[in-house]
Structure formats: C-alpha cells, structure tokens
C-alpha cells in the first residue's frame, strides 16, 4: 500500500471479525518492527503475543479493564514492554549503565513507542487493524506472562481483521501544535 494512504487508512479498531489471525503475518510484522530506530540501537523492544486459543479468552478478561476486553474480542493481543536502564543510558568505564541525561528511562517508553508504531503500521500494510490500549492491569499480565521484573510493561496491543470501519477522530490544526523557527 502506498505510504501515505496507509497512515491515513490506519485507524483504532475496536470490533474485530471472528476470523483467524495468521501467525506468519504477526511475526513478518514483528521483524519491520525491528527496523525502528532505538538508542544506540540497543532494541529493548520486548513482544510477548497472546494467539487465539483457551487461555487467550480468559486472559484478554483478566489483562483488561473497562470496555477493552470487548473492543479486542476476536483480536490477538501483542503486549509491548521495555527492558529500563538501557535506552536513553551510557555504558561508564565500569560496565554500569547510567543515565545520559534528565529524560533517563523515558527513552526507553520512546524508543518502545516507534517500534509499536513501526508495528501497527506494517500491521496495517499486512490487512491487519489494531487497538494500543494503555488501559490493561499490569501486574496480572506481568504475572501471568511471567515477565521479567527488569521490563516495563507498556502497552496492549490488540490485532485482527476489521469487522467495522472505525471512525477517523479529528486531528488538531497544525498551528495548536507546531511552531516553525527562523
Ligand atoms: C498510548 C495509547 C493508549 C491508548 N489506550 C487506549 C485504551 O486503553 N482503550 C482504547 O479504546 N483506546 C486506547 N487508545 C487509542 C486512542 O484512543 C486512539 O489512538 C485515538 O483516539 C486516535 O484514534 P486513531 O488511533 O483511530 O487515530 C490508546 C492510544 C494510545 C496511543
């Protein structure tokens, strides 16, 4: 698809169709993931996908609050988190990571954010819509996951076929947002 209809095209979804989310999909997505850009290229993106099947339905229950669980039915959930004290640090001569500046593990939630959004666009490129939710409970996905203590857990993202055309919210003048220097 061309670029820039792609980005217009992708939207948050929020009914999926009961149809199958093909593993292969996900994971070529995942690979153009990695092509975003990170400090130092450290990558310390880190996917943990939850496919279709028995613990899923319960899982997307427990994982989510509000009206998420049924905005992501049908839809498989990629959890997206990074490994703190890495990004946005330097390696001193003792081998101990510190942080380069004020923004500290920030840059970790940064550099997250570009591969997430790498990822829902080659989603998106690949027939697939997606929802990031950032209301998800924490501390059971980390429990149930088993996700190490040394990661932040981000986002929830949920991925499957569109079963209806989601609504393009407005976007603010560029005026409200933006200001050019000379
Ligand atoms: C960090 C982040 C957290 C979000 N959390 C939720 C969420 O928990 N539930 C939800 O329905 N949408 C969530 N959204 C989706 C936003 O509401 C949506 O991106 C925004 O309204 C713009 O719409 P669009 O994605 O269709 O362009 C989240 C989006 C982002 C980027």
Same mark, same amino acid.
């Given at each position: 698809?061309?670029?820039?209809?792609?980005?217009?095209?992708?939207?948050?979804?929020?009914?999926?169709?009961?149809?199958?989310?093909?593993?292969?999909?996900?994971?070529?997505?995942?690979?153009?993931?990695?092509?975003?850009?990170?400090?130092?290229?450290?990558?310390?993106?880190?996917?943990?996908?939850?496919?279709?099947?028995?613990?899923?339905?319960?899982?997307?229950?427990?994982?989510?609050?509000?009206?998420?669980?049924?905005?992501? !039915?049908?839809? +498989?959930?990629? *959890?997206?988190?990074?490994? $703190?004290?890495? #990004?946005?640090?330097?390696?001193?001569?003792?081998?101990?990571?510190?942080?380069?500046?004020?923004?500290?593990?920030?840059?970790?939630?940064?550099?997250?954010?570009?591969?997430?959004?790498?990822?829902?666009?080659?989603?998106?490129?690949?027939?697939?819509?997606?929802?990031?939710?950032?209301?998800?409970?924490?501390?059971?996905?980390?429990?149930?996951?088993?996700?190490?203590?040394? !990661?932040?857990? +981000?986002?929830? *993202?949920?991925?499957?076929? $569109?079963?209806? #055309?989601?609504?393009?919210?407005?976007?603010?003048?560029?005026?409200?947002?933006?200001?050019?220097?000379?």
């Amino acid at each position: 698809m061309e670029f820039t209809e792609l980005i217009v095209k992708r939207r948050s979804c929020r009914k999926y169709a009961d149809k199958p989310v093909d593993h292969a999909v996900i994971l070529e997505a995942l690979k153009q993931a990695q092509m975003a850009p990170s400090w130092r290229n450290h990558q310390c993106a880190r996917c943990y996908v939850v496919e279709a099947g028995d613990f899923l339905d319960g899982f997307r229950q427990r994982a989510l609050p509000g009206g998420n669980p049924k905005n992501a !039915e049908n839809a +498989v959930l990629i *959890i997206t988190t990074y490994v $703190r004290g890495k #990004e946005g640090f330097w390696e001193n001569e003792a081998g101990q990571f510190e942080p380069a500046n004020e923004l500290g593990d920030k840059w970790g939630a940064y550099d997250l954010g570009l591969h997430d959004a790498y990822l829902i666009l080659a989603l998106e490129n690949a027939g697939l819509s997606s929802l990031i939710m950032g209301l998800r409970h924490s501390d059971v996905i980390r429990r149930e996951l088993e996700i190490p203590e040394e !990661e932040d857990i +981000v986002s929830v *993202i949920a991925v499957g076929h $569109r079963d209806a #055309e989601p609504v393009l919210g407005p976007r603010k003048p560029l005026e409200e947002t933006v200001r050019f220097i000379k």
